[in-house]
């Protein structure tokens, strides 16, 4: 199974070869069978008519030329003798035998009563392929299938009998050379069809595969141009309406919550207005302090929300300078974060968005583990970006609950310590829209782990 093709091509070539050989096979079975069987007629008919034709001859030539006759008339299958007395006893049992003794009586006009045929064993004894007869016909019941070459022993008048012994015809092969030409020509023709129509219904399924992945990664995708056999066309209408109400259906929820987002501008403004009324400072203070933390948040989704309307397009990029131009970005922000030499590794990806998802987690781990340490892997399941701090890590049970908007381990709720909550939210769904994840661990040592896996990555 490991050799069989995995192309709908090259699987469908295969089963028409398969089933082409098997028809050929048992087409030349039968052929070769029928083929033999009309060679030992024919075998048997010329031996009965050549033997016909001797008696006659020897009817009405002088006895002085008869061994002359028999020995002109002999042949290394068919041979003749002139003896007193008949080689063979009487007619052997059977239809064949009692057909063939028919043939020959009609053959020379006799009775069959003048005429004796009983079956001949062959055997093949010497280098040379010679046959030999065996007379002892006490089996000849079960032997008769045999009866095709036999003896026989002819009346000819005044006490001569003319015995003949017919060996079996020589061998021919079951096929020639005409047949293995037209079973070449034909696996030929049908191999070349399968390979132009599999690729035919296969062309549109691959690009209905490569449509849905990029789709999967978030990328811009077009209809499909409905094409091959029904089945794909209903498949690729399918996921062009699929695609269509997926797209409308994302639009409007973004539209939406960055109308609500920016909607949320105007009472804010007015609630800051409404607290420079408040004449208790620290009160005041409060309540400027978390109407500009609501503002900060608002902000965020809004510039969250406008960039993943942007669709921006896919590219190829070098992972590695990638990363390593975020940390360099923060490092002149005062971060201590160090990138592992990896090398190119390219990869087709949203550079922008990418770039703010390393950059979050850069951020995170540097802003709460102290320091920051990046490498790139590649593995079987794609490229890994792996970054580790020294901080104190999560909670086992809050490694996911860091995922959710607006979530924050820090209680303060300081912009400071904690942010807005999104940042790993945001790089999480950027890494799925590029078909990957995100997956956070506590490391033994001390420091939180964060992984991200991509699809696989292109070799320099």
Known sequence: MRLAPKSLAGQLTLLLLLALATAQGIAVALFAWERIEALR?????????????????????????????????????????????????????????????????????????????????????DDDDRWDDDHDHEDDDDRDWEIDWFTASVALGRERWLNVAVGPPPDTPAWGAAFIAVFLLSALGIAGVAVVMGRRIAKPMRRLASAAGRLGRGEAVDDLTEAGPAETRETVRAFNLMRGRLDRYVRDRTAMLAAVSH???????????????????????????????????????????????????????????????????????????????????????RASALRRAFRNLLENAATHGGRAFARIERGEEGVRIVVEDEGPGIPEADLERVFEPFMRLDTSRSRETGGSGLGLAIARGIVRGHGGDIRLENRVDGGLRATVVLPGAERP
């Open 41 to 125: 007629h024919a075998h048997r008919d010329d031996a009965v008519h050549r033997t016909a034709t001797v008696a006659r001859l020897l009817a009405g030539t002088p006895p002085t030329l008869h061994e002359a006759v028999i020995e002109a008339a002999s042949t290394e299958l068919v041979r003749f003798s002139l003896t007193g007395e008949p080689l063979v006893g009487a007619t052997g049992a059977g239809e064949r035998a009692s057909s063939i003794a028919d043939g020959l009586s009609a053959a020379l006009g006799a009775p069959t009563a003048k005429v004796r045929v009983a079956p001949l064993w062959t055997r093949y004894m």
């Open 263 to 349: 909607d949320l501008k105007t009472p804010i403004t007015s609630l800051r207005l409404h607290a420079e009324f408040v004449e208790d400072a620290q009160t005041r203070g409060k309540i400027l302090a978390a109407l500009d933390e609501m503002q900060r948040m608002t902000e965020d989704a809004l510039a969250f929300i406008r960039e993943d309307m942007q669709r921006e397009e896919t590219r190829t990029v070098d992972l590695h300078a990638l990363l390593d131009s975020v940390a360099a970005d923060l490092a002149e922000l005062g971060h201590d974060i160090a990138v592992a030499d990896s090398g190119r590794v390219l990869i087709a990806c």
